[in-house]
């Protein structure tokens, strides 16, 4: 099986983390598409407690894209709503209007997974290693 890599970047605010140290860094955090922010980034002042708390960003950012894939639409609204708590989102979302392709259905394993990459606390969110774990792959 090959190793399973994902790749991406907002040009203007990619920075390579592994040479830098995060709490002493100039990094901006709150740069970027804000429909793909996550919620903790559009707190005044937040910084990265380690480099951990920027990956569950980037896990963050990731469940949009698999949300995007599969529904062809952004998960929230605005970045005020942005966050998952629980399951019951993906019923409520296939139900409305705002599912315009008619996705029918999600396995578990699938809303599982986005609304652990999608949860609003970053200490509830899932590791990029969780992520790869997932019954879902």
Known sequence: MLPLAFKMTDFGVSRDISTMNIK???LVYRRGTYKYMAPEQVIPHWRPADAEDLFKVDVFQL?????????KAYPFDSIETAGLKD????DDFISSQKNVYKVPALSDSLKKLLTKMLHRDNRQRYTMQEVLSSPWF
């Open 24 to 26: 002493d860094s100039n």
């Open 63 to 71: 469940g949009v894209v698999f949300f995007r894939l599969i529904f």
């Open 87 to 90: 399951e019951k989102f993906f």
